[in-house]
Every structure is written in C-alpha cells, then in structure tokens.
C-alpha cells in the first residue's frame, strides 16, 4: 500500500516537474520561492493563526520537493543549487517555530521548546553533512526534514482547524514541537554513537 502511494507521489511530482521544465523555470527559482511561503508561514505561526501557517508550510514544502525534482529529472542539478537548496531549507525549517516563540513570548517554557526545536532540527542535518564530508557512513536517521515538516504541518491544520478541542491555543503544536526536541536529540547521539563505533575518530 505504501509503496504504491510511494509510486503515486513520484509520478505526480515527475509530471509537474515535466511541466515546469517546459515552462522554463529553474530549480533555484524554486528553491527561492519556497523561502515566500515560509516566511509567511512564520508570520501567521506568530499571531496565531495556525490554519494558514499549515498551508503555507505544506505549499513550501511542495516548491522544495518540486525544485529537487525538476532538478534530477531534467539535468539541471548543480553544486550552487545543492548548496543553495540546503541553505534555504534551514532558513525555511526556522520560520514556523520562530513565529511560535513570538507566539508563545510571555511564557517561558512553551517558547524554549519552541527555539529548541530549531536547534535540534538543526543539528541532524549538521551532523549528516559532515559526517558526509568526513566519509562517515551513518543509519538511516529517524526525524528528517521530511518528517518534521509534515508532522508539524498537520498540528498546525489540525490546532488551527479547531479540532483539538479541550486544548489551549497551539497545545497540540507544542506537543508535537516537544515530540520533535525530544527525537531530534536522541537522533543526534544515535548518529554520534554509530560514528563512533564505525572505529573512523
């Protein structure tokens, strides 16, 4: 079942790459435009209107994944799209749970785990990146970029539709901001721990 909504997803974002390419668009300018939707994302997440963060997360997260895909199908891949791409993406990533800290200011705690997701969704893209250039071979990590992008959309849908009902604003969001912290470190010293076993120091 899952591989054939696997193969599903892969031929729809093929063919809307296809379609892209006729048009002449590029991948970096993909690349840049998801930065729009994201920093918007961010400013909604901020006065706490969670439903539009939730759509303009996911429309984000489509140019991200269109741009990847115009770029392995049609040739167009390069070193600077790679390097701008992933440097989008942090700037992206950071957006939504900046808004939250604003968000949440005048408490404490909510905000802290706001800004500490940021930090560990950082640091397993840090950590599989250098372990790459050190030619350190890593497990499959669990809480990819993949993974935190949609998990939080959804919360984000979900709190701003109103179906969390018997919840504070946003409490399902930080459930899932905490699930993400939580996670992202455990991730980090499994990443760290199998490195350390390969014998490479």
């Not at 002449?24 to 909604?44: E, H, Q």
Request: charged share 15%.
């Amino acid at each position: 079942m899952w591989e054939h909504a696997r193969r599903g997803y892969r031929r729809v974002l093929e063919l809307a790459s296809n379609g892209l390419a006729r048009t002449g668009v590029s991948p970096n300018m993909l690349t840049v435009t998801s930065l729009v939707p994201a920093i918007l994302a961010g400013w909604a997440a901020a006065g706490g209107q969670f439903l539009t963060a939730g759509l303009l997360l996911l429309l984000s997260g489509v140019f991200d994944l269109l741009d990847g895909s115009l770029a392995r199908n049609h040739g167009k891949a390069s070193r600077f799209g790679a390097l701008l791409d992933s440097t989008i993406d942090r700037i992206c990533d950071g957006m939504v749970p900046v808004g939250l800290v604003l968000f949440h200011g005048s408490n404490t705690f909510t905000a802290a785990i706001a800004a500490l997701s940021i930090l560990t969704g950082y640091t397993i893209p840090y950590i599989r990146a250098r372990a790459l250039s050190l030619d350190i071979i890593l497990p499959r990590l669990w809480m990819r970029r993949e993974d935190r992008l949609l998990s939080l959309s959804a919360a984000l849908l979900l709190d701003g539709a109103g179906v969390t009902n018997g919840m504070s604003a946003g409490g399902l969001v930080l459930i899932v901001l905490c699930a993400h912290v939580v996670l992202g470190a455990t991730a980090a010293v499994v990443a760290l721990s199998a490195a350390r076993r390969s014998g490479q120091d």
